[in-house]
């Protein structure tokens, strides 16, 4: 099993910045690859940034220029860098992380989320 903890939302202006921080534990080098989704109200899960464990890395074209995804492997811990952040972004932001049975097959790990919300 895997555990994932987030850390690092809130609420803040348009235009400002927030990171968050998803912390994993337990069954770790299983993990594929580990990712943030994002869910507004009203709306369905979305992929907001990903990156493998050979680091390839993609975003959602939404926060492409304005998120940066990154890892520290020695902490265990993947970062959302978030800047630039409009009303819009406002969601529960969940950490994900992904362990491949095969290209088509997959079992996701979920932590418990983390508010963001960017008033105007």
């Known amino acids: 099993q895997v555990q994932l903890v987030e850390s690092g939302g809130g609420l803040v202006q348009a235009g400002g910045s927030l990171r968050l921080s998803c912390a994993a534990s337990?069954?770790?080098?299983?993990?594929?690859?580990m990712g943030w989704y994002r869910q507004a109200p009203g709306k369905q899960r979305e992929l907001v940034a990903a990156?493998?464990?050979?680091?390839?890395?993609n975003y959602a074209d939404s926060v492409k220029g304005r998120f940066t995804i990154s890892r520290d492997n020695a902490k265990n811990t993947v970062y959302l860098q978030m800047n630039s952040l409009k009303p819009e972004d406002t969601a529960i932001y969940y950490c994900?992380?992904?362990?491949?049975?095969?290209?088509?097959?997959?079992?996701?790990?979920w932590g418990q989320g983390t508010q963001v919300t960017v008033s105007s």
């Open positions: 990156i493998t464990s050979g680091g390839s890395i």
């Open positions: 337990g069954s770790i080098s299983s993990i594929n690859a």
């Open positions: 994900n992380g992904k362990r491949f049975r095969s290209l088509a097959d997959w079992v996701n790990y």
